[in-house]
């Protein structure tokens, strides 16, 4: 690893973006909203693709941050798994939409709690799924599968 640059996530920022997606999706489902379910699934996707206006980045940056109800907590980590993560959680998302609108709710809620219960074990455990699966996927050579773990 020598010549690479340490990179830093914060890690209260990761966690803004799960208790949104928990919230919002469980909002989704009580009020049995497959518009609620698309935003978050968009919102996961311009978070994959690390755009600088994705939704949970702006509200950490914008409303949570300057808050000062929590604290940054930056620590070294890698960002690609986490925004595979997030491009796991908005396919989901996006499937889960697709199933809502096509008269199969069964399949389009399955899917959704399937991400709220993994957001559920990345907040309150720090096991983020989609992430071993990318180092996973990198130990077996896969192409675009690129960090291995900085731990």
């Not at 997606?21 to 379910?37: C, G, Q």
């Not at 949970?56 to 595979?84: A, C, M, W």
């Amino acid at each position: 690893m020598a010549g690479e640059t340490i990179r830093r996530i914060d890690q209260t920022g990761l966690k803004t973006g799960q208790a949104l997606t928990i919230i919002l999706l469980i909002v989704a489902f009580i009020v049995n909203s497959w518009l609620l379910v698309a935003l978050v699934g968009l919102a996961q996707l311009f978070g994959a693709l690390d755009a600088p206006f994705a939704p949970y980045r702006l509200i950490y940056q914008r409303l949570v941050k300057p808050s000062g109800l929590v604290q940054p907590r930056p620590e070294i980590d890698n960002p690609e798994p986490h925004r595979f993560a997030l491009l796991v959680g908005a396919v989901f998302n996006g499937a889960a939409t697709l199933a809502l609108l096509n008269q199969a709710p069964l399949l389009g809620w399955v899917l959704v709690g399937i991400v709220v219960v993994l957001a559920n074990l990345n907040f309150w455990v720090n096991f983020c799924l989609g992430c071993w699966v990318y180092y996973q996927l990198n130990r077996l050579g896969i192409p675009g599968f690129t960090k291995a773990p900085v731990r």
